[in-house]
């Protein structure tokens, strides 16, 4: 098994001036002179952690971490004004030419990978290869498969409580509608009761049999009303781009060297997206682990990415 690379400290942080009320939180680890990679954390709003810098040699990687809009660091938390995904694609652009960067390698998971396929879409040139984890494709029946029918079918407990969390008049428009609404217009008390079940629900079909209850805060705070707040944000508004985009636009990035991870326990993403984007792009490496799950943790799964970032960088000219 290989294990993440040791801590690291960045050698340089800033914060990305937009014509928006936003500030991006950038920050920059590693090897200047090494191969640039850029790490997209999912969510939308979930942030970068320390550990994430740790899934790249330090000696050989230029490593670049960014909070998106509104996510983390970035100020101000949680504003969902100007922040769509062309907005995240757009600061991505924005970063990699204020950094001097030729080409950069783009890691991302999740919602990460989703916005890693789109940046490429747009700017294929500027990419140098692709590692993406638990893709997430942003159709309308991944969607369902997480909202109304699917993963509730294995969690059905914690998907009564999340229904069960909001009034009950919205709930005939649909549960998306209806967390949306409610998340957004309730009074304080309910939104807090919906993001304690939204919370429980997204960590249990995240994290399955590692996911312990306990550990949830004891009180909800006005900034996980706002985190839960911006997921409703994208996910009403079908992440900011047409059904089936992301596959559909393939064809475009099939030269780009691709490395494609997903874990055969992922119950928030499931492997079929994984497998549909293998298709999509028949050149790409594609790895299914038998008993990961969707987040970037647990031994196979770390393994598995530290080895894909081991393996990418012979494939990648410095630009």
């Given at each position: 098994?290989?294990?993440?690379?040791?801590?690291?400290?960045?050698?340089?942080?800033?914060?990305?001036?937009?014509?928006?009320p936003h500030q991006v939180y950038v920050e920059q680890c590693g090897n200047p002179q090494g191969i640039p990679v850029v790490f997209l954390h999912g969510g939308p709003c979930?942030?970068?952690?320390?550990?994430?810098?740790?899934?790249?040699n330090p000696e050989l990687y230029h490593i670049i971490l960014l909070d998106q809009r509104g996510s983390g660091r970035s100020l101000p938390f949680g504003e969902i004004r100007?922040?769509?995904?062309?907005?995240?694609?757009?600061?991505?652009?924005?970063?990699?030419?204020?950094?001097?960067?030729?080409?950069?390698?783009?890691?991302?998971?999740?919602?990460?990978?989703?916005?890693?396929?789109?940046?490429?879409?747009?700017?294929?040139?500027?990419?140098?290869?692709?590692?993406?984890?638990?893709?997430?494709?942003?159709?309308?029946?991944?969607?369902?498969?997480?909202?109304?029918?699917?993963?509730?079918?294995?969690?059905?407990?914690?998907?009564?409580?999340?229904?069960?969390?909001?009034?009950?008049?919205?709930?005939?428009?649909?549960?998306?509608?209806?967390?949306?609404?409610?998340?957004?217009?309730?009074?304080?008390?309910?939104?807090?009761?919906?993001?304690?079940?939204?919370?429980?629900?997204?960590?249990?079909?995240?994290?399955?049999?590692?996911?312990?209850?306990?550990?949830?805060?004891?009180?909800?705070?006005?900034?996980?009303?706002?985190?839960?707040?911006?997921?409703?944000?994208?996910?009403?508004?079908?992440?900011?781009?047409?059904?089936?985009?992301?596959?559909?636009?393939?064809?475009?990035?099939?030269?780009?060297?691709?490395?494609?991870?997903?874990?055969?326990?992922?119950?928030?993403?499931?492997?079929?997206?994984?497998?549909?984007?293998?298709?999509?792009?028949?050149?790409?490496?594609?790895?299914?682990?038998?008993?990961?799950?969707?987040?970037?943790?647990?031994?196979?799964?770390?393994?598995?990415?530290?080895?894909?970032?081991?393996?990418?960088?012979?494939?990648?000219?410095?630009?």
């Open positions: 098994m290989t294990s993440l690379y040791p801590e690291i400290e960045p050698f340089n942080h800033f914060f990305l001036e937009t014509d928006s979930s942030g970068c952690r320390p550990e994430h810098r740790r899934f790249f100007n922040n769509t995904t062309q907005d995240l694609i757009n600061d991505l652009e924005q970063i990699r030419q204020q950094l001097k960067i030729s080409q950069w390698l783009l890691f991302g998971g999740s919602w990460g990978a989703a916005l890693a396929l789109l940046y490429a879409q747009q700017y294929p040139e500027q990419v140098s290869a692709m590692i993406l984890r638990g893709v997430f494709l942003a159709r309308q029946k991944d969607l369902d498969w997480f909202i109304d029918e699917g993963a509730g079918r294995i969690y059905p407990e914690y998907w009564q409580n999340l229904l069960h969390s909001m009034p009950q008049e919205p709930l005939k428009h649909g549960l998306l509608e209806a967390l949306t609404h409610s998340i957004f217009a309730a009074d304080e008390v309910t939104r807090k009761r919906i993001t304690r079940a939204w919370m429980m629900w997204s960590g249990q079909t995240a994290l399955g049999p590692y996911y312990d209850p306990a550990r949830e805060p004891e009180h909800i705070s006005e900034k996980m009303v706002k985190q839960v707040q911006m997921e409703m944000h994208y996910a009403k508004n079908r992440y900011f781009i047409a059904e089936n985009q992301i596959l559909e636009n393939c064809p475009t990035i099939q030269h780009i060297p691709c490395m494609i991870i997903h874990g055969r326990m992922d119950l928030v993403c499931p492997t079929e997206a994984g497998f549909s984007l293998s298709k999509a792009l028949p050149d790409a490496d594609f790895s299914i682990l038998p008993t990961a799950g969707h987040v970037a943790a647990g031994n196979e799964m770390i393994s598995a990415l530290v080895d894909a970032t081991d393996k990418m960088h012979p494939k990648i000219q410095t630009g």
